[in-house]
């Protein structure tokens, strides 16, 4: 049977892309649960490859806290997600689900205890604040439960695992892992996603070839109630640092200014932000940390570049093409750009 009226929720205007993909999991340690054996904390990876190729190394994009790869297949009022348009950008992308996440299972047994379900109250704080909604033009839709794009968005949210540090560990070392299958990559990060990134880069600097940190969990030694700290200044899991602290009370008391990263040395990261988010608030600090740690940081405030309105969500906002043109540019300077012959 042929439609000849596709169903109302087909975006219409995106246009037909011929593509390869699939899927693949990264197991987690098989544990022994009373007399059985399971699997505890894989994460779910899902890729997509153009026809043609255009670029060296492929992008793995890692979603923020409470989040899931869905994140990047598509924005709350439906247009094409930054996958779908990296790919027509002619990457290969790899899409994971956070361990826990998504498609990726988890059972407390396993895991550890679970956090709380996410609150609209949660996801209007951190993407729609009202306090910024005068500034924040790049949110244009309504703000409250029962709104189409709220709801879109919230319902994809769910609990993250109380343990925060477990939960990076098991993060970096599942996506670590995928680096050793895909080989060398750029991590694209959102929000609480952006320390995976720098632990994933402390295990395996060798197959980072840039990170794209797009509004990081911060500042550094930040606590979040009900959740926990940034203990070891940009992540609550343990990470390498000059100098080298014994524990995390020595890590907070020397502090952000005497904070530095060694992996991170060469790494070109773009560090994106919104004009409207309150993670721009504490921009200045991370470019501090991630220059004195030897890498080539780009500082990509959006206002400075043109792009106005943007809180913290900015993967799926209004604008989020013209946010996605400016990291692409950035990309294309730092080697990412077509492959040669």
Request: proline share 9%.
């Amino acid at each position: 049977m042929t439609l000849t009226t596709p169903p109302p929720h087909l975006d219409q205007d995106t246009p037909l892309l011929r593509t390869r993909r699939g899927n693949f999991w990264i197991p987690g340690e098989v544990v022994q649960a009373g007399e059985v054996h399971v699997q505890a904390g894989p994460m779910h990876v899902e890729w997509e490859t153009p026809e043609e190729v255009l670029h060296p190394h492929p992008l793995v994009l890692v979603h923020g806290g409470g989040g899931q790869g869905t994140d990047w297949m598509t924005t709350p009022d439906g247009r094409p997600g930054w996958a779908r348009l990296l790919v027509e950008a002619g990457y290969v992308v790899y899409v994971v689900d956070r361990v826990g996440h998504g498609r990726s299972p988890y059972h407390p047994d396993v895991i550890g205890p679970m956090g709380g379900p996410f609150p609209y109250e949660a996801g209007r704080g951190l993407f729609a604040d009202d306090s910024a909604a005068q500034a924040q033009t790049a949110w244009p839709w309504d703000r409250d439960p029962g709104s189409a794009e709220m709801d879109q968005m919230i319902a994809g949210m769910g609990p993250l695992p109380a343990d925060f540090a477990l939960s990076q560990q098991l993060d970096a070392d599942r996506l670590a892992k995928v680096l050793d299958r895909v080989g060398p990559a750029v991590l694209v990060t959102h929000s609480a996603g952006g320390p995976v990134g720098w632990l994933v880069t402390d295990a395996r600097p060798e197959l980072v070839k840039g990170i794209v940190a797009l509004e990081p969990m911060g500042p550094a030694f930040v606590e979040f109630p009900g959740m926990g700290a940034l203990a070891w200044g940009l992540t609550a899991a343990p990470i390498t640092t000059e100098p080298a602290f014994a524990n995390t009370a020595e890590a907070s008391a020397a502090g952000a200014a005497a904070l530095t990263l060694p992996a991170l040395h060469g790494i070109p990261i773009a560090l994106v932000t919104g004009g409207a988010s309150p993670f721009a608030a504490f921009r200045e600090e991370f470019t501090d940390i991630l220059t004195r740690s030897g890498a080539v940081t780009t500082s990509l405030h959006l206002p400075d570049h043109g792009v106005e309105g943007n809180g913290h969500g900015l993967i799926f906002e209004a604008n989020s093409r013209e946010v996605l043109a400016q990291v692409l540019d950035w990309l294309a300077t730092v080697g990412e750009g077509a492959v040669t012959s």
